[in-house]
Each structure stands twice: as C-alpha cells, then as structure tokens.
C-alpha cells in the first residue's frame, strides 16, 4: 500500500503543530463524549447541575483513557491513536436501570463496575478473536463503521435531526458545503500543517465565518449560540462516588450484554485504526486494548459516568489527513481532561454550528468507508466471499436505516442488535466461519 502518512505512529510533531492536531480530534470527539450523559440526564430527570456535574466526569475520564489508550502503560492500552468517549450501546440498559426509583444513578454506576468484569475478562480471549477477522471480514467491518457512521455526518450537515423545522435549510447547506470545500481544497491542495490540520482548519473558518455573518452583518441564520458559554462555570472538578452504588441484577445482566457488544465494535474499530494508521493490529495488541476499555469503564463508574468504547469518528481524521502519530491522539487526551476541569472551554467547543460539524464530518466518515473498500479491494471477490461482504453490509445497512426492524423484539434482543457496526461484525463472522473455503489468519504478533 502507498505510504500516504504525514506522521507516522512513532512520530512526535512539533508541540504547536500536535496542539493543533489535537484540537481537531478534541472537535470530531466533544459532541459524542457529552451527548450520553445529557441523553441519559435528561430521560432521568436530572437538574441542571448534575447533568454539567455528568458532563464534566465524561471528560475528564475520556481524556485520561484516551492518554492511556494511546500512550499505554505496561500491558495495559492499545497504543494507537485511539480516542475514548461514553459509548451510545449503553444509553438504553442505564434509562431502563436508572429509571427504577429503587436503584436511580446508582444502579446504573454499580452495574456498570461489577459487569466492567465482562470487558476486562474478555480482553484475556483477544488473541483467539483476533484470527476470525481475515480481510474480507476486517474490510467489511471498516466499511460498516463508515456507513454507520455516515447517517450522523449527514444530519451534522442538514443541521439537526430530520423533521426539525430548519433541517436542510438554504442556510445550513451553505454553511456545511462552504466548510467541505475550505477541507477538501486544504486536504488536495495544502502543504505542511495546512493538509494535516485541514479538518480543525476548515471548521474553525466555517464558525468564524458564521459569527461574522450573524454578529457583523445582522443576517438571522439561527446557527451560533453563545448561552452555553455565559451559563458555563469556569472551573469544576469531578466528585468520587457521588452517588454511590446499588447493584441490581437484571441490571448488571443488561449492562454485560452491552459490554460483549462493545467488544465486538471495539474489535473492528481497532482493526480499522490498524488499516488507517498501516500498523498490524495483532491479537496481543488487541487485549491491551480492550483491557484498557474495561478498566476505564471500571474508572468510569467510579468517577460517577457511564461506560466507554473508542470513538469511530477519530478514525476518519487518520485516513483523511495522514496524521496517524499516537503521541497527538494523546495530547487530545489532554485537552479533553482540560475540558472536563475547565467546563467553559468545553462549552465553547458545544457552540460550534452543527452544519459546521457535518461539513468536516461527511469527510471524516467518507474516508472511513473507502478505507473498507481498500482493505476489500485486496481480497478475491469470489461467490463465497461476494456473500460474505453483501449480505452483511446489507443487514448492516438495514438496522442503520431503518431501526424500527427491532421494534416488536424483545427489549435484550433490541440492546444487542440496534448498532449496524454490530449486525454486520456478527454476520461477517458468522457467514465467513460457516462457508466453505474459510481463510486461516495467522495473528501478526
């Protein structure tokens, strides 16, 4: 493969240039890393404080598992540029825990660290996984990931969700087309940091532009927020078991089936890392990864937030500027523990115009689904194989768009197969170990 990296693995950029790097994945990140515990706040009616006093443990912990994911310690961290956040796969089992009067947050942190056993035992099987992901499964899954992914880019972009009343206005499309031209233009075009800090670039002139529209010549484009901001405190610091432990065990069940599941995405994320940053992603390397999620969900619990997974989104950012160095991903971790300490910086971050995000985003997740078609293009597209990669990018697909398949399931069975990186990670394992002619793969150690 063509060695397209500016910065390798191994490389250590300049402080300014890894500064800006890393702001760029602490952008594509905030969003998802604060959206679960405000989701899931908000269904417990939780007070304003105690959502910020969520908000603000997410992350300080996601920056403090992303340093250790990326930087590692002994056996433990993937040591690729990985960036950690609160995992959506858990949303549905903590409401369903926490909306038990008897039990509340407390339930769902003490579920969370007992059942966190699941993800830490595991990780001791990872050599074994790691040999059912030849390429036409690993390509599958890296794909499945992007297409995943791309439905959220695509909201991003029309500014909210579908049904709102100015989703894919005039005004929005400008916005989101006026950033992916100022990225793609940076990406084929610039040289130095001007390529590999093009997605940061590109969203920082978008929100300024959009200020200075609203602010400098009055037009009433509904898009910049300051509220967040003036409401934000300055300085907050996280509280240990501020609201202690229940352990009820329907939701420990719940909250273990969730963490299997993680595995499983967790596995393709990996592998996907593996593709954009072109580093072999051995099965060893693997159960240091999935050990670190396990015990930062662990930390997490403790820290009074919900678990973690690695963020897909970041993946896009390697693939799409070349800059695959761990040491940047691990100043990232950083700047989210700043975040997290320092609330109105994160708030700052919140204000960004969704149309601004979507921009960058359909980039970033685009780039994740040719690394797929990349990784597939090496694999011989035989009848055995072709089934392999439709049937389960299908199924995959079917759960992505159309969710409402798993309405009349019962709700366990919902938990485990809503995510379409899931349905179609199954299905490829599944297909690929039931037809004949099955590729062997030796674990790259």
Not at 102 to 107: D, K, L, N, P, S
Not at 144 to 153: A, D, E, K, N, Q
Not at 173 to 178: I, N, Y
Request: glycine share 12%; proline share 4%; aromatic share 8%.
């Amino acid at each position: 493969m063509k060695d397209e990296l500016l910065y390798h693995l191994e490389d250590k950029p300049p402080f300014s240039i890894s500064l800006l790097l890393a702001a760029q994945h602490l952008l594509a990140a905030l969003g998802g890393i604060i959206a679960v515990p405000l989701v899931i706040g908000s269904a417990l009616g939780l007070s304003g404080a105690e959502k910020i006093a969520l908000v603000n443990a997410a992350l300080l912990v996601s920056g403090a598992v992303t340093f250790v994911q990326s930087r590692g310690i002994g056996p433990i961290g993937l040591r690729l540029p990985a960036v950690m956040g609160t995992s959506f796969t858990f949303v549905a089992s903590a409401i369903a825990i926490g909306s038990n009067e008897e039990y509340g947050v407390a339930g769902i942190l003490g579920s969370s660290l007992v059942a966190s056993l699941v993800m830490i035992i595991g990780s001791f099987f990872m050599p074994q996984i790691r040999k059912l992901f030849p390429p036409v499964v690993t390509g599958t899954v890296v794909a499945m990931i992007g297409l995943s992914l791309l439905p959220v880019g695509l909201d991003w972009f029309a500014g909210g969700q579908v049904g709102s009343t100015q989703y894919a206005s005039a005004s929005n499309l400008m916005v989101a087309f006026f950033v992916l031209f100022v990225v793609i233009a940076l990406t084929q075009w610039g040289k130095g940091i001007f390529a590999s800090a093009s997605i940061v670039i590109g969203m920082i002139v978008g929100y300024v532009t959009v200020v200075v529209l609203e602010k400098g010549f009055g037009l009433d484009l509904g898009l910049v927020n300051f509220s967040g901001i003036e409401q934000a405190p300055v300085f907050a610091l996280p509280t240990l078991f501020e609201y202690g432990f229940a352990f009820p065990i329907s939701g420990i069940i719940g909250m273990s089936i969730a963490y299997l599941v993680t595995i499983v995405e967790s596995s393709g994320n990996f592998l996907a890392l593996g593709e954009a940053t072109q580093t072999k992603v051995s099965g060893q390397r693997m159960k240091s990864g999935i050990l670190c999620e396990g015990l930062g969900s662990a930390f997490a619990a403790l820290m009074s937030t919900t678990p973690f997974s690695t963020f897909a989104q970041n993946i896009g950012i390697i693939s799409l500027t070349g800059v695959a160095s761990r040491f940047v991903v691990a100043m990232a971790g950083i700047l989210l523990v700043l975040a997290g300490i320092f609330p109105i910086f994160g708030a700052l971050v919140v204000s960004i115009p969704l149309p601004v995000l979507g921009g960058a985003g359909l980039m970033m997740f685009a780039m994740i689904i040719t690394a797929g078609i990349q990784v597939l293009g090496r694999v011989e597209i035989n009848k055995r194989n072709g089934l392999v990669i439709s049937v389960s990018l299908g199924l995959g697909l079917m759960v992505t768009m159309r969710p409402e398949v798993l309405n009349a399931l019962p709700e366990f069975i919902q938990v485990i197969f809503k995510s379409g990186i899931t349905v179609g990670s199954l299905s490829a394992l599944i297909l690929n170990l039931i037809l004949p002619g099955r590729e062997i793969v030796k674990d790259e150690e």
